[in-house]
């Protein structure tokens, strides 16, 4: 993101407005954002749709008798009607117990590409249609779901302590999905990418490429029995594996006291090797950004250091009832509240590469990607799911995927004691850039 100059605030024209608010509130927080986008899907090789899109909105917080009040419009030239609303809401809302954000600037820039607002669609079924080929080249059987798309949008937030910033984004992002339903086995695979920036056609068919073949050696099947195993999980599943981290070091829970990390600052919980950063500024991250979601600037911070915990993930109000300072991690849209949340997460490389950590798993399991996580207890450290997308690995190479398979771990556990390796290479899933992990004595189902 960089810095607006002529977006939602100045169509807006908030100015006398505010100076009106602040006379009826005792303090006000305002929110205005609006985007424009276009994509195009296609699914089971067919085009499926075509959808641009446009929203704006605008949002306020109003505090009245030390209560705060929320009210929020799809139509940014509602300023009156929505403020009203949030101060009547204020009897019922919550206590103003912190301050909303006041002037600050970031010193920081944000990469912003005007391309991703000129997209056109004849442009984007071209590039869905050489996907397709890309993998019907490779394998004919496979039904081709994919989609591609960007656009471009900008915020701002004014606040009665006198913040005044405003963003610019922008944003595309590919998707490549292959399926196929054969007799007693249905196969799936997929990868996507999204960038600041237009991503380059030849990237996104190189993607397609290895989703394909990657594809043809899930049709193989290999058995094992249940186990230990020796894994290597991929970027893509060690997003799930690393979920109980970001949940416990999340400035709700830390309120809450249902964290264990509430008085681990400072402790060594995990390997020295693990270390994950909160980085708004990196130039590829697409979840970063120079302020958060209440106007307060952001920072690059360790949250895991050398395995040591070393920071949380705040709003303004859970910061302040944790007795914290605020970090500038709050997300919101214009129809929510504000809550903690990551920019982009970052962990740090390894010292192995990944062919020689292929050939130390040989014998274990490749594991892609899980299915039903989402249920798993992360608070207490547990991940379990179906191995959705998994590989049996022989002579550092994948010979087939496993099936009818169930993980279940705990990751402080398995994070702190059983890390065999970890990656030079890194890959992006989504605002995550993670290497690939090597770790040891993972209970496997099977049947």
């Not at 799936?188 to 030849?202: L, V």
Request: with cysteine.
């Amino acid at each position: 993101m960089k810095e607006s100059t002529n977006k939602v605030a100045e169509d807006a024209k908030p100015g006398d407005f505010t100076g009106k608010l602040a006379t009826l509130a005792d303090a006000f927080e305002m929110y205005q954002a609006e985007g424009r986008s276009l994509n195009v899907g296609f699914e089971n090789d067919r085009l499926n749709e075509i959808r641009q899109g446009q929203s704006s909105g605008v949002s306020i917080r109003a505090v009245k008798d030390g209560k705060i009040g929320f009210s929020y419009s799809s139509k940014p030239d509602e300023l009156d009607y929505v403020a009203q609303a949030a101060i009547r809401m204020a009897p019922y809302g919550k206590a103003y117990d912190y301050q909303f954000a006041g002037e600050a600037r970031s010193s920081h820039t944000r990469p912003f590409d005007p391309a991703c607002g000129d997209l056109n669609p004849d442009q984007l079924v071209a590039i869905c249609n050489r996907i397709k080929d890309t993998v019907k080249a490779i394998d004919s059987e496979a039904l081709v779901d994919c989609s591609v798309g960007g656009g471009i949008g900008s915020a701002r937030i004014v606040t009665s302590n006198g913040q005044d910033c405003r963003e610019e984004q922008s944003n595309f992002s590919f998707f490549v999905s292959l399926r196929l339903a054969e007799e007693g086995n249905f196969v799936q695979n997929y990868r996507f990418g999204s960038a600041n920036e237009i991503i380059p056609q030849e990237t996104i068919l190189a993607e397609a490429k290895a989703t394909a073949e990657e594809f043809q050696i899930a049709r193989k099947r290999a058995e094992i029995s249940k186990g230990k195993y020796t894994v290597l999980v991929a970027p893509s599943a060690l997003s799930d594996l690393l979920m109980p981290i970001m949940v416990s070091v999340n400035g709700n829970a830390i309120e809450k006291k249902t964290s264990r990390f509430v008085d681990a600052l400072g402790e060594k919980l995990f390997d020295e090797r693990l270390t994950l950063t909160d980085d708004p500024f990196h130039k590829d991250g697409v979840g970063g950004g120079l302020y958060d979601g209440e106007g307060v600037p952001t920072q690059k911070r360790a949250i895991i250091d050398k395995g040591t915990v070393s920071g949380f993930v705040h709003t303004l109000s859970t910061a302040n009832r944790c007795g914290q300072e605020p970090t500038g991690n709050a997300q919101r849209g214009v129809s929510s509240l504000p809550s903690p949340g990551m920019h982009n997460l970052v962990m740090d490389a390894g010292s192995d590469n990944l062919a020689d950590l292929m050939t130390k798993a040989d014998g274990g399991i490749y594991l892609r990607s899980l299915l039903g996580s989402f249920t798993s207890n992360f608070l207490a450290g547990q991940v379990s799911g179906n191995i959705s997308l998994g590989f049996l690995v022989k002579d550092g190479q994948l010979v087939g995927r496993v099936k009818n398979c169930a993980l279940n771990v705990n990751s402080f556990d398995l994070l702190k004691s059983n890390i065999l390796g970890i990656s030079k290479e890194r890959e992006w899933m989504g605002g995550r850039y993670l290497p690939w992990l090597l770790v040891e004595g993972v209970q496997i189902s099977a049947r």
